[in-house]
């Protein structure tokens, strides 16, 4: 069975996002930065009359914040706010079967947090991943 | 109240259709106790309403309903088919009422009576069954065209963000087309646009917003009346009624006040007898305040009653059943308020038409729940409780200040800044305590946040300019923002948990400008920068304001005949009196003013025979100044100001007019030496009079005395009384002739009479010489 996901590049790594997880793929304009925020937030950044919250994808996995341009961004809801996580660039939409890791696998740092699954794309393994874990403020939920 | 009417009956209206359902459902199975307690909501809330807006014939079906209701709930009643019958031709019949009332037609109260016999226990067999009552009242009138339409919340908030979409679609649109050359007309087309659009928002924003007053408009009178009924007075006292809210909350809210505010008449607040007998004023006290807090709006119901009981509270429980004593006992002091709220309890024993069966507070927190609400209660046995209804913010547009921060820009709700203040001068300065820099804002202190390094947006700490001085429960402090930019109404939306997570913003909003803004949360700025505020220090606050230092350190700025700015010391002078000229006169050796027959000496910076240079002016100043013994004046051009001298004062060489100089915004200021001047000045040999001589008005003309002799001797100098107090020894009396049982026998009398001619023993009353030439010589004898 196979589930329609989006294929991006975040943090110089591919991943698979779960189409039923995003609300939109947005080119964020100007951020307003939050002061005194984790470092995860990037800050707010206006959508139409919404207001997102624009989230570093980097910091978010434990890695160094990336300090290039904010350009386009995946717009997903969670518990009523809207969340815009950055992407590198957005590759594909297509239909994947979510596979489960193979035995043994023990990935590296955040990365094992958000994962959810592996989708197999023309022969290579792309890591799966769930955009509520990326959300700081969320991690007690599931 | 016709407002109140109308909705009252919507309101009706809308729960019968809702509650036809239960009806049916609780018919099928009268055990099922969620249907009863929802019809017995249903009745409990229009016997509140009922009572309230006066009308009687509800009220008493509804109160008959709820009667049987509760012994059902109480499991002394079982409900029967008759029992069910009967109930529901009360509430149907309520139903007719209401249209009625919608109509305004009358409608025959013929059978109200049967129905309401109709649920006493065992009627159902031997009177006319419920249904059968209700054949007989029936006349189906008319429903009434609806004047209202009642639309979801949920459109609303469609409409709005739609109109939040239209308002930036407009701001791009207006941006591209400046940036060409345009064609006259679509200008004028696009400001047509931008008008309609702005109207549109005011329009669709209004249609969500409600100030709170609508809400406490009805409270006086419900007061009123529900403490008429018990007997009691009540003051009512109303703060905050133009918070605005959310046009849903004031309609959630409307009940639970009622609910509460009618508790806290009967039951919080005591009858006057036993208000006396524990040290209260009579008149019980209510207070209702509503306020922004943050992201919420609070109100408080307090009232200075009797509290809750808590142990009575306990024992009610445990008799009712489901729990020990003991187990009660073990809860912690909140969790034993809360009891209050379990469904069915009551600390009154008797049952009142107004409230009674504690079923309002369970009521009460679902309703406020269920709007994202909650209830706290602080409870002082003996002295009152407060109820605390917290609802929240969201969605509520908020007048806001727009702030700059190191070029970003902050919104803080306009409610809770008390002014705006530039740093300048002596009345708005920042001191140093140690290393911490408080404000001094007109000698109140005030504890300094800045808000750039509470943001953490730069760690230098630059020199504050504006300081927005903001209150927060338990205490104001001043915030210094770089820049103050706008004041904006803005839809306050909650902001992610990310955000809230720094506790310091209390939701965000897209203005017109399409940039994100967050919404500051006072409190939690003052606990980030460490400010805490005890409940003393609030007592304290006024009090300690008051510096009694200060009067010594307040001069009088002022403009001397010579141009000069010079100051005198405020303690020494009595008065500033502005004078004509010509009343200054070079005299006996001395420059000196006639004030009436009196003549006080003056001193001026001049030389003694420059009289010219002050009669040449239209008018001067005279600083009158007095030590006790003589009293003097000096003539100064102009008063400018009141300051506080705060800078040493550089004493002169010589003792002369000046004393010393200071810095005043950093100008050298003489200041006037007062000692010297009265040395230089004051006439050695004249006493200025202790006390001026009382006179005691008497006699049958008293009245004619108090309106036409007091003036005139007043003016003269004299004090006038006209009942004699043993402490003040009468100088003389003022009688008519025929006068005689005077009090203060002893002094010295002065007889007026009525007749132009007369004997030497009286004067003739209008007579104002000769009267006061008496009069003086009295008292100088009397002296």
């Keep these: 069975m196979a589930d329609l996901f989006l294929i991006a590049r975040i943090a110089g790594r591919t991943v698979a996002i779960g189409s039923n997880q995003v609300d939109s793929v947005v080119d964020i304009g100007e951020v307003i930065p939050v002061p005194r925020a984790g470092h995860e937030v990037r800050g707010l950044a206006a959508l139409r009359s919404r207001v997102v919250t624009v989230i570093d994808t980097c910091a978010a996995l434990g890695l160094p914040p990336s300090d290039g341009p904010t350009a386009r961004a995946v717009i997903t809801l969670v518990d009523g706010h809207h969340y815009a996580v950055l992407v590198d660039s957005l590759e594909d939409v297509a ?44 991690l007690a939920a599931e | 109240m ?31 106790r969620q249907r009863l307690d929802a019809i017995f909501r249903f009745v409990h809330t229009v016997k509140g309403s009922c009572g309230f807006l006066d009308l009687p014939r509800l009220s008493r079906l509804s109160h008959a309903a709820e009667d049987v209701l509760a012994a059902v709930r109480s499991g002394d009643r079982i409900p029967d088919t008759a029992l069910v019958n009967a109930v529901l031709a009360i509430v149907d019949r309520i139903g007719e009422i209401i249209e009625a009332i919608d109509v305004g037609t009358a409608l025959d109260d013929s059978g109200e009576d049967l129905l309401i016999a109709a649920l006493a226990e065992g009627a159902g067999q031997s009177t006319i069954s419920g249904s059968e009552a209700l054949n007989v009242a029936s006349t189906q009138p008319g429903r009434g065209a609806t004047r209202s339409v009642r639309l979801s919340v949920d459109l609303l908030d469609r409409m709005m963000s739609g109109m939040s979409d239209m308002v930036l679609a407009r701001n791009e649109l207006a941006r591209r087309l400046r940036d060409e050359a345009i064609d006259p007309t679509i200008e004028s087309a696009l400001e047509r646009l931008s008008l309609t659009v702005a109207e549109m928002r005011d329009t669709v924003t209004r249609t969500r917003m409600q100030k709170i007053d609508a809400l406490f408009s009805a409270l006086p009178r419900m007061v009123r009346d529900t403490a008429a009924e018990l007997g009691k007075t009540v003051a009512l006292t109303i703060e905050g009624a133009d918070v605005e809210l959310d046009r849903e909350m004031i309609e959630m809210m409307r009940d639970p006040l009622v609910h509460i505010i009618r508790n806290a008449v009967d039951h919080g607040i005591e009858a006057a007898a036993e208000r006396i007998a524990a040290g209260k004023c009579e008149t019980g006290r209510l207070v209702v305040a ?107 547009i908020i007048s806001t200040i727009v702030v700059g921060a190191h070029g970003q820009r902050f919104a803080i709700s306009r409610q809770s800044i008390e002014e705006i203040v530039t740093v300048r001068g002596d009345a708005v300065r920042v001191d140093m305590l140690g290393d911490t820099p408080i404000a001094n804002v007109r000698d109140r202190r005030l504890p300094l946040v800045f808000l750039c390094s509470t943001l953490g947006l730069n760690g230098a700490m630059p020199q504050p300019e504006l300081l927005a001085i903001v209150s927060v429960a338990g205490g104001s402090y001043a915030l210094a923002v770089g820049e103050v930019l706008d004041t904006e109404e803005l839809v306050i939306k909650p902001a992610p948990p990310a955000v809230m997570a720094t506790g310091l913003y209390a939701g965000q909003t897209l203005p017109d400008s399409g940039r994100p803004m967050l919404l500051l949360d006072c409190a939690g700025i003052a606990a980030a920068a460490g400010l805490q505020f005890g409940r003393a220090a609030v007592v ?12 010594a350190d307040s001069a009088l700025l002022f403009v001397d005949l010579d141009g000069v700015r010079r100051v005198a010391r405020l303690a020494a002078i009595d008065r500033v009196e502005p ?52 009293e003097i004046g000096y003539v100064i051009a102009e008063a400018i100001d009141i300051v506080t001298l705060e800078h040493e004062v550089m004493p002169a060489d010589e003792p002369a007019l000046v004393a010393g100089v200071t810095s005043i915004d950093g100008d050298q200021v003489e200041v006037l030496d007062m000692h010297w001047i009265f040395s230089a000045c004051a006439d050695p040999g004249k006493h200025m009079r202790a006390e001026p001589p009382l006179c005691l008005l008497a006699g049958a003309e008293l009245g004619w005395m108090d309106a036409f002799l007091r003036p005139v001797l007043e003016a003269s100098g004299y004090r006038v009384v006209t009942s004699p107090d043993p402490d003040q020894p009468v100088a003389a009396v003022l009688a008519m002739a025929e006068d005689h049982a005077l009090p203060a026998a002893g002094a010295p009398v002065v007889r007026l009479r009525r007749e132009v001619s007369g004997d030497g023993d009286s004067i003739y009353r209008y007579d104002r010489a000769a009267l006061l030439e008496a009069l003086s010589a009295r008292c100088a004898r009397a002296v």
């Excluded at chain 2, 909650?374 to 002295?383: D, H, M, T, V």
């Excluded at chain 2, 304290?540 to 009067?551: I, R």
């Excluded at chain 2, 003056?602 to 006790?628: F, K, N, Y």
Aim: hydrophobic fraction near 45%.
């Design chain 2, 579 to 630: 004078v004509p000229a010509h009343a200054i006169r070079f005299s006996a050796g001395k420059l000196r003013l006639s004030v009436g027959d009196a003549i006080v000496p003056l001193a001026t910076v001049l030389a003694d025979d420059a009289i010219h240079q002050i009669v040449e002016r239209p008018e001067v100043s005279v600083l009158r100044m007095a030590d006790g013994r003589s």
């Design chain 2, 540 to 551: 304290d606050d006024p009090v300690v304001e008051v510096a009694p230092v200060k009067a």
């Design chain 1, 95 to 138: 239909p994947f079967a979510t596979l489960p890791f193979a035995s043994g696998v023990a990935l590296d740092g955040g990365w094992a947090r958000v994962a959810c699954g592996v989708v197999e794309r023309d022969g290579d393994a792309v890591l799966a991943i769930d955009l509520r874990s990326l959300i700081p403020g969320q």
């Design chain 2, 2 to 32: 016709d407002d109140l009417l109308q909705e009252f009956i919507a309101e009706t209206r809308e729960t019968l259709e809702a509650l036809s359902g239960e009806i049916v459902m609780w018919e099928a199975d009268p055990s099922d």
């Design chain 2, 290 to 396: 509503a306020r922004q807090s943050g992201n919420q709006i609070i109100i408080e119901i307090a009232d200075d009653g009797r509290g809750i009981d808590v142990d009575r509270l306990i024992r009610k429980i445990a008799a009712s059943g489901d729990r020990s004593e003991a187990q009660l006992r073990a809860l912690s002091e909140s969790a034993k308020l809360d009891l209050i709220f379990e469904p069915g309890v009551t600390t009154k024993s008797e049952v009142t038409a107004i409230s009674g069966r504690g079923v309002g507070m369970d009521v009460v927190r679902a309703n406020i729940e269920q709007i994202g609400g909650r209830i706290a209660l602080s409870n002082a046995p003996g002295k009152g409780l407060t109820i605390a209804i917290h609802v929240p913010l969201t969605l509520s």
